[in-house]
Structures are given as C-alpha cells and as structure tokens.
C-alpha cells in the first residue's frame, strides 16, 4: 500500500513516514498545499494523511481540489483543531475520518488500514480469496490453513492484489505501489516477485492475464 502524507511540520512528517513504514506500507512525505494537491491528483495512492494548516494551500483546499479531481482513495485528515465544525467541515468535503493531534501511531495506523479495506469492499481485517487468508493487522498469510513465509516486498505485492481481487493489474501498477517514488525502480522485479509467491501457495492462485498482468480471483 502506498501513501501520502502531507504535513508541513518536517519532523511529525518524517515520524509518520516511519512508522507507516515499519507497518509494511510505502509512504512519501509532502510539506505544502501545492505540492500535496499535484501528487495527490497525479500518482496513485492507497490513502492520503492530510494536515489541514499547510502552507501555500490549505488542507480544507487541497481535499475539495482532490475530490474535484475524481480521486476516490481514502483521506484521513490531521489537525491539532478539534471544533466540531471543523470536523464536520472536513468529512463533508470528502475525508474519510478525522484524527485530532496528538495522537498515537497505532491508532493512525488501525484507521488507515480500516479505510483501506472498505474503500477495497473488505470490511474484516482478514480478506480471504481463492484458498489465501491476509492479517491485515499482523501481516500473516495462510494458505489453505498453512502458514506462508513472505518477504517483505513478496507480501507487498499479494497485499495489493488480495485489496484488488478480480481486477488485472499492471506490473507497473504494482511497481507503483510496493516502490517509493525516489527507488530504482524495475518492472521486470515484479515478475520475479510473482514467481516466488506463487512456488509458496501454488502456481494456480495467481494468474497472467497476457499482455495486462496479474489477477487473483475473488473465489
């Protein structure tokens, strides 16, 4: 999963980097208005953290331009405002949720993975497809009642597809998604990844649709 967080404050930012990291997420870091609302609109992303007082553009601003730009991905906004008009300020311009500062790293993160979920029509933190059970919480998988061991990026890759079932997804697509944007990145890593996941839990479950990617059924 792949995310933005816009907050101008550098060293909240790069602390929420971090932690998003060390849960297995790629996360990139964005410190003003401007610059948020042009990645936002113009890279995929999984989620958005959006701080409300940012510089050149503020937040309430940035998320109407998100919206406006049809992008559907979930945005949980910060803010070290708590008025209630402001939260409902916020939610009715198109945030998922609300998180007031201070707040704890778990707490952000058990939210974005909620939203993640849903917003990928999986409301259990367990999503199950064609014989595969994903922990989001703890990043387990099992397959057919058997434990998997993964990598790293070997879970990135069926983290993704298991949030996009039935739906054929690009190498590059995934290569956007398990990769930071500043990464040496290579699409032809991506098939070697595929290789060793599938020699894990069976060559069947993932499949090559010719000439578009990869594909996990639903059932």
Not at 28 to 49: F, H, K, N, Q
Not at 69 to 78: H, M
Not at 98 to 118: D, G, H, N, S, W
Not at 155 to 183: A, C, G, P, W
Request: charged share 25%; with cysteine; aromatic share 6%.
């Amino acid at each position: 999963m792949k995310i933005l967080v816009v907050e101008d404050e550098i060293t909240l930012g790069e602390q929420i980097v971090s932690g998003l990291e060390q849960s297995g997420w790629v996360a990139e870091l964005s410190c003003d208005g401007i610059d948020a609302l042009y990645r936002a609109t113009s890279e995929p992303w999984d989620a958005v953290v959006l701080d409300l007082g940012l510089p050149k553009l503020d937040g309430l601003t940035v998320l109407k331009g998100i919206r406006d730009e049809n992008v559907s991905c979930p945005v949980i906004i910060l803010s070290a405002r708590n008025e209630l008009t402001q939260r409902v300020e916020g939610l009715n311009a198109g945030a998922d949720d609300y998180l007031t500062k201070p707040f704890q790293m778990v707490e952000l993160v058990a939210r974005l993975r909620a939203q993640i979920r849903r917003s990928s029509g999986n409301a259990s933190p367990v999503i199950q497809a064609n014989g595969i059970s994903l922990d989001t919480r703890t990043s387990k998988v099992l397959y057919q009642g058997q434990a998997v061991d993964l990598t790293a990026l070997e879970f990135k890759v069926l983290s993704y597809m298991m949030h996009n079932t039935d739906k054929v997804i690009s190498r590059s697509e995934l290569v956007e998604h398990i990769y930071k944007q500043d990464f040496d990145r290579d699409s032809n890593t991506i098939e070697v990844f595929i290789g060793r996941i599938r020699r894990k839990i069976g060559s069947d479950v993932i499949k090559t649709v010719r000439g578009l990617g990869y594909k996990i059924n639903a059932d």
